[in-house]
Each structure stands twice: as structure tokens, then as C-alpha cells.
């Protein structure tokens, strides 16, 4: 399976718009890969709070109609990183959405946990309630972005629910960078699964941002890391690797805590 990440360089003198354009030309240039992972709140930058209310869109709005189209057109399985959703009610999400080779939606994932304490997005944003995986021919994807990182039972429910490779979109500052390479192995090796980090480059409203996106595979191993700069990180694995990892060392067998508890008859 061939996977591109995108790690997208957010200017501030670059348009929102003017992105989108630039982005999807760079997901065209990925014809002849089976997934294409973009990064976190691309669209206005991940610690760009100030923009988040004016640049908010639907969740059909402009972002996902040229993403959609940018995956048609590119044949590929796209992870088009999040965008700022506008609910209905009002409310706004930190949305990451999922198109096939054809270009329909796949899915859409809300941010569970929202960084900021007290600020910032903890407080902009709704939190999303539901855990996300996508199926593909190859694997199953089980959806994270950035602050979710940090939270491994998280992703212990994805693998529950099925997930093989998990993505992760992040917008994730320079200062903890190397929170973002241990916690990236720490999840790949604990759920013996792959794990696709796409971080974004540039500066965010004067934050520094790490880059450094990376493939981890399911014992930890790093096949691929990039650079802090604007790139396209593309990686081959194979999916196989995860069921013969299960196989061959079963940890997960031997859970005993965090389990459902077994049925009782009356």
C-alpha cells in the first residue's frame, strides 16, 4: 500500500482560498497512491484562533466540495485533514473528512479531545462524541487528530473497533516535538497497529510548528520522517504486517483492564 502525506506550510499571507487551490494541485500530483493524508486545520492553521468564527464553513461547504474533487480526480483514498465546522446550531468542530477515489464522503470525524485548557480551542469548539474508522480495500483507518495523541485509550477503542492504521492530523508545535515522535511510536507499538502522523509546517499565529510527520509501523519500527519544511512524505507498507504482528506476538489477547464486561445469564 502506497501512502503520500502532505505536510502543508501554512502562510499567513497565503488566502484560505489560495490554499485550497494550492492543495489540491498537490493531491493531484499523488495519482498512483492508495491514501493521501493531509494535516490539521490546514484551511486557517491550527492555533490560528482568531480566524476560526470567520472561516468556519458547513460541513458540505468549500473545503469538502475541493477536496472531494481533488480525490476524484487523483483516484486516491483521501484523508483531507480538518477544517473548521459550523454546526447547524451554531456550533463549531474541528472536522477531519474522509473521501474515496470517487469522491463521496466517507466519513467525518468531530475532535474528541480539544487542546487550549482553558482557551483556544477548549473553548471555541464543540467536542466531537464518537469514534471513527473507514474501511478500505487494503486496511481499516481509525481517525484521530493532534491533541488526541495523548490519549491512548482512544485509540485502544479503535482498534476495538477494527482499526489496522491509525491516521493522525495534526497541527503540533515545535516546542513538543519530541512528544510527537515517542507518542506516535507509544501508539503504533501498544496497539500493534501503523501509525500515519501528517503534522503541518510554517507558523501558526507565531507558533512554530514541528513537521516531522511520520510512518510508524506496528512494532514501532520508523520507515519514514520528514523534514520540518513543506513536503510530501510518501511511504510504501504492508497491511498484512498487522494481523501477523497480532499473531505472533498476541499481547492484546492478554488484556485484562478496560474490557467489556462478560454477560451474565438471568
Not at 30 to 46: I, M, S, T
Not at 247 to 261: I, M, N, T, V, W
Request: proline share 5%; charged share 20%; aromatic share 8%.
Amino acid at each position: 500500500m502506497r501512502a503520500s502525506l502532505i505536510q502543508i506550510a501554512v502562510d499567513p499571507d497565503e488566502s484560505v482560498n489560495s490554499r485550497r487551490q494550492r492543495v489540491a494541485s498537490l493531491i493531484a500530483a499523488q495519482r498512483g497512491a492508495d491514501l493521501v493524508v493531509l494535516p490539521e486545520l490546514w484551511p486557517v492553521g491550527a492555533f490560528a484562533y482568531t480566524a476560526f468564527a470567520d472561516e468556519a464553513e458547513p460541513l458540505q461547504g468549500p473545503t469538502h466540495d475541493i477536496m472531494a474533487k481533488a480525490a476524484a480526480d487523483a483516484g486516491v483514498w483521501l484523508h483531507a485533514g480538518s477544517f473548521v465546522e459550523r454546526a447547524a446550531d451554531g456550533t463549531l468542530y474541528n472536522t477531519a473528512l474522509v473521501f474515496t477515489p470517487e469522491g463521496e464522503r466517507a466519513a467525518a470525524y468531530r475532535k474528541i479531545h480539544r487542546f487550549g485548557f482553558d482557551k483556544g480551542e477548549a473553548v471555541m469548539m464543540g467536542a466531537g462524541e464518537e469514534l471513527v474508522t473507514v474501511t478500505l480495500p487494503q486496511t481499516t483507518l481509525g481517525l484521530a487528530t493532534c491533541y488526541d495523541l495523548r490519549f491512548p485509550e482512544m485509540f485502544r477503542g479503535l482498534v476495538d473497533a477494527g482499526a489496522e492504521t491509525l491516521i493522525v492530523a495534526a497541527g503540533w508545535p515545535e516546542r513538543r516535538r519530541a512528544h510527537w515522535t515517542l507518542l506516535a511510536q507509544a501508539r503504533a507499538v501498544e496497539n500493534q497497529s501503523y501509525v500515519l502522523a501528517v503534522g503541518t509546517a510554517g507558523t501558526h499565529a507565531g507558533i512554530q510548528q514541528a513537521g516531522h510527520s511520520i510512518v510508524v509501523d506496528p512494532w514501532g519500527e520508523v520507515l519514514a520522517e520528514a523534514g520540518a519544511d513543506e513536503e510530501v512524505l510518501t511511504v510504501e507498507f504492508d497491511p498484512s504486517k498487522v494481523a501477523a504482528t497480532r499473531e505472533q506476538f498476541p499481547a492484546l489477547k492478554d488484556r485484562r483492564l478496560g474490557l467489556a464486561p462478560p454477560e451474565t445469564g438471568e
